[in-house]
């Protein structure tokens, strides 16, 4: 079946520096992939859909300047949180695939410090 | 905009015993519905997905869903529920003519020896 790897699976930073986080569809190609952010016991909310070779949509409120998306290839997405602060820390989930089946990483913890 | 709303937010409920998780959803076109379980500290997956067809979907772990279109409801139902079933579960739409996936609340099921 579809499997999309997502790295790293936690990671800790210190406030203003860059963190990256990969989403990659291992076995099929993926032109869309979304991006998730879960606060602790809460839902996931959609922050962006990240095409592959055009800029990314972002959802309302989700600062794009802030995270930065870049999805160059048909199997890896790429989520940048710029100049994290402790706000931003959260669980960071990406998924690709579509209708007949989406398939979602197992997430990133993020730890701003 | 389509939204969907999961009216318990927690649910606890013996060992071997039946369990229904309610899901209602809103939209002004067709919908397509999921429920997906996420186990502490992990990503999302798929529990199963109604897309069109039969209204009883059948999908992993013994769960079941009926699509309700008067009622605009998804519930989802297990007849005899385990341990290994505490986790949070999410019920999501996606309209036919958007790839995104919009997620409930999340319902956490706790299984009470």
């Known amino acids: 079946g579809a499997v999309v790897s997502q790295h790293p699976s936690w990671v800790i930073c210190k406030s203003g520096t860059s963190v990256k986080i990969e989403c990659r569809s291992l076995?099929?190609?993926?032109?869309?992939m979304f991006w998730y952010r879960q606060f602790p016991k809460q839902s996931l909310m959609l922050m962006a859909t990240?095409?592959?070779?055009?800029?990314?949509?972002?959802e309302q409120g989700v600062e794009k300047d802030k995270f930065l998306i870049n999805h160059a290839s048909l199997t890896l997405s790429t989520l940048t949180v710029t100049s994290a602060h402790p706000e931003d820390s959260s669980f960071y989930i990406c998924?690709?695939?579509?209708?007949?089946?989406?398939?979602f990483g197992s997430g990133t913890r993020l730890t701003v410090v | 905009a389509q939204s969907v709303t999961q009216l318990d937010s927690q649910v606890p409920v013996f060992e071997e015993a039946p369990v229904e998780l309610r899901c209602n959803y809103s939209?002004?076109?067709?919908?397509?519905l999921f429920w997906y379980v996420q186990y502490p500290n992990q990503g999302l997956q798929l529990l199963l997905k109604?897309?069109?067809?039969?209204?009883l979907v059948k999908g992993i772990n013994g769960f079941e869903a009926e699509f309700n279109k008067s009622q605009t409801s998804f519930h989802l139902r297990k007849p005899s529920v385990h341990i290994s079933d505490t986790a949070e579960y999410f019920c999501?739409?996606?309209?036919?003519?958007?790839?995104?996936?919009?997620f409930g609340k999340g319902t956490r099921l706790h299984i009470l020896p």
């Open positions: 999501a739409v996606s309209e036919a003519r958007d790839d995104k996936i919009i």
């Open positions: 939209s002004s076109v067709s919908v397509y």
């Open positions: 109604y897309l069109s067809g039969s209204t």
């Open positions: 998924s690709a695939g579509g209708l007949r089946g989406y398939t």
């Open positions: 990240s095409n592959e070779g055009s800029k990314a949509t972002y």
């Open positions: 076995d099929f190609q993926a032109t869309t």
